[in-house]
C-alpha cells in the first residue's frame, strides 16, 4: 500500500501541468428584420456588437476626405447708390464776365484765355461764337469737341475756370454798405448780410424778402430775421446767384 501510494506520487509530480482553458467573451446578438425591395437595403440575419468595454475607433481629421469643396459664400449684390440731384447753389455754371482757358491739347493755335461776353459767349479759332453761359465747364469742353472734331481728329479739350465774376448777389435797404457782392463760395442769407456789414437800427427784420428770378417770373421769398434769431423755425436757406436781398 505505500509502495502504490509512493508510485501514485512521482506521476503526479512528473506529469505535465494542465492549462485551463479561459471562458470566452460572451457576445451579443441582435436580429434584423430581413430587408425589403422597397427599401433597397442587403440583408443580414443578424448584427454582432462588441462589449461595452470595447474600444471605438473614431477617424482623425487628417482622415477625412479632402477632396470636399468648401462651402461657396455668394456675396449678395449691393444696390447701386442712387445719385441724387445736385442744388443749384452748389453747382457751378459759366456766366457773363468768367474767364475761361480753353485748351486743345497739341495745338497751341486753337488755345485761348477768353472772357464770357454779357450776351454769355465765347469766341474761339474754327469754333467762332460758341454759348457758354449756364453751361457746366464740362457740359462747355463736350460741346467745343464736337465742334473741333469736323477739323481735327479727336481732339482733347480742357475747359478751366480761370476767374469767377458772375456769381453775385444784390443786398439792397437797411443794410450799412448796399452793394453787389461776389459768391466766392455757397453762402445763406445771413452770411450775406454780414457782407454788408449788417442790419442797420432801423431795419424791418421780420419783412426781409429775397427777390429770385425764375424764367419770365420773380419769386419773393420771405425771411424774418427776428425768427432766426429766436432759433424759431426759419430756414437760413442758401443764396442764389443773381439773387435780390432786399431789407425793408
Not at 59 to 66: E, G, I
Not at 74 to 95: E, F, K, N
Not at 117 to 138: E, F
Not at 172 to 189: C, F, I, N
Request: charged share 20%; with cysteine.
Amino acid at each position: 500500500m505505500t509502495h502504490v501510494s509512493a508510485t501514485l506520487l512521482v506521476a503526479c509530480l512528473t506529469a505535465a501541468p494542465v492549462a485551463f482553458a479561459q471562458e470566452p467573451v460572451p457576445r451579443t446578438s441582435i436580429d434584423l428584420p430581413a430587408a425589403t425591395p422597397e427599401t433597397g437595403t442587403t440583408s443580414s440575419d443578424s448584427v454582432t456588437t462588441a462589449p461595452a468595454d470595447a474600444a471605438v475607433a473614431t477617424p482623425s481629421p487628417a482622415a477625412t476626405s479632402s477632396d470636399t469643396p468648401p462651402p461657396v459664400t455668394v456675396a449678395r449684390p449691393v444696390a447701386a447708390a442712387v445719385p441724387t440731384p445736385i442744388d443749384l447753389a452748389t453747382a457751378y455754371q459759366i456766366g457773363p464776365e468768367d474767364v475761361l482757358e480753353i485748351s486743345v491739347w497739341k495745338n497751341p493755335e486753337l488755345s485761348r484765355t477768353v472772357p464770357v461776353r454779357p450776351d454769355g459767349k465765347v469766341s474761339l479759332p474754327l469754333v467762332n461764337d460758341i454759348q457758354a453761359a449756364g453751361l457746366t465747364p464740362v457740359d462747355l469742353r463736350e460741346q467745343v469737341t464736337t465742334k473741333l472734331s469736323e477739323y481735327i481728329p479727336a481732339p482733347e479739350v480742357s475747359v478751366i475756370v480761370r476767374e469767377v465774376h458772375s456769381r453775385k448777389v444784390t443786398v439792397a435797404g437797411a443794410v450799412k454798405l448796399p452793394g453787389r457782392y461776389e459768391l466766392k463760395s455757397t453762402m445763406t442769407v445771413l452770411e450775406v448780410i454780414a457782407l454788408a456789414q449788417g442790419l442797420t437800427d432801423f431795419a424791418s427784420r421780420d419783412r426781409i424778402v429775397i427777390l429770385r428770378q425764375n424764367g419770365q417770373k420773380t419769386e419773393r421769398i420771405p425771411f424774418n430775421y427776428r425768427k432766426i434769431s429766436d432759433a424759431a423755425q426759419q430756414d437760413n436757406f442758401l443764396i442764389r446767384p443773381g439773387d435780390i436781398v432786399f431789407v425793408p
